[in-house]
C-alpha cells in the first residue's frame, strides 16, 4: 500500500532550536517524495523534493530508503517558518501525490 | 499571472445534489490535476488530466468525474452528494504530466459543505 505518515500533529520549538519534522512512507516502487508548506491564508506550495537535493530556506531532507524515510530538517527554526507542512510521495508516473496528514510547526520567540 | 485560479470560493449544497468546480491553470500549464482535503488530513488524489485526457484517477466513486476544456482549464462534478463530501477541494497545475519533473501550483481551493 502507498502511504505517507507524519507520526507528529503539531511540533512546538523556540526561535533559534534545531527543527525535525518526521515523514515516513510505504512504497514498493522507486519513491519522489517531496515537502510542501503552507503558511498562514496563503496556497499550498513545493518547498523542497528530494531529486534536486537543494536546500531551500534552510531546510534539508535526506531520503532514507533503508528507513523509509524523509525527514525535513532546519538547524535553527525561525519565526517566520510556522507553518502547516506536508510530506509527498508521487506514486505511478505523472502527478499523482500521496499527502501525510501534516505537521504543525510553531516556532516560539 | 494570478496562479491557479478556482471557483467559486465558497459552496454549501444539500445532500442528493450535483456541484461543479473549477480551475484554470497557469497559463502554459497542460496539466491539472484535483484533490480533495477533509478537515485535519492532507490532500488526497481524485484525478489528473494531461492534455484533455485522463491520465490518473485515485480511489472515489463514480460520481465524481472531471473534464478538460481545450483552453487546459478543468471541472470538477460530483453528483448525489453526501455529507462526507463536505471538504476543501484543491486544483493544481504543472507544465507537464510529471511532478518529479515540473512542479505543481495549488489553487486556493473551493471550500464545498454538504448540509
Known amino acids: 500500500a502507498q502511504r505517507v505518515t507524519q507520526p507528529e500533529k503539531l511540533l512546538s520549538v523556540f526561535k533559534g532550536a534545531p527543527v525535525e519534522l518526521k515523514c515516513n512512507y510505504s512504497y514498493s516502487g522507486s519513491p519522489e517524495l517531496f515537502w510542501y508548506v503552507q503558511y498562514s491564508r496563503q496556497r499550498l506550495q513545493l518547498l523542497l523534493r528530494?531529486?534536486s537535493r537543494e536546500s531551500i530556506k534552510g531546510f534539508t531532507a535526506d531520503l532514507n530508503k533503508g528507513e523509509t524515510s524523509f525527514h525535513l530538517k532546519k538547524p535553527f527554526a525561525q519565526e517566520e517558518d510556522s507553518a502547516m507542512y506536508y510530506c509527498a510521495l508521487e506514486v505511478e508516473y505523472g502527478n499523482k501525490l500521496v499527502f501525510g496528514a501534516g505537521t504543525i510547526l510553531r516556532v516560539k520567540s | 499571472d494570478a496562479g491557479v485560479t478556482q471557483s467559486p470560493t465558497h459552496l454549501i449544497k444539500t445532500r442528493g445534489q450535483q456541484v461543479t468546480l473549477r480551475c484554470s491553470p497557469i497559463?502554459?500549464?497542460?496539466?491539472v490535476s484535483w484533490y480533495q482535503q477533509v478537515l485535519g488530513q492532507g490532500p488526497q488524489f481524485i484525478f489528473q488530466y494531461y492534455e484533455k485526457e485522463e491520465r490518473g484517477r485515485g480511489n472515489f466513486p463514480d460520481r465524481f468525474s472531471a473534464r478538460q476544456f481545450p483552453n487546459y482549464s478543468s471541472e470538477l462534478n460530483v453528483n448525489a452528494l453526501l455529507l462526507g463530501d463536505s471538504a476543501l477541494y484543491l486544483c493544481a497545475s504543472s507544465l507537464t504530466g510529471s511532478t518529479s519533473s515540473y512542479e505543481q501550483y495549488f489553487g486556493p481551493g473551493t471550500r464545498l459543505t454538504v448540509t
Open positions: 497559463s502554459g500549464h497542460k496539466s
Open positions: 528530494h531529486i
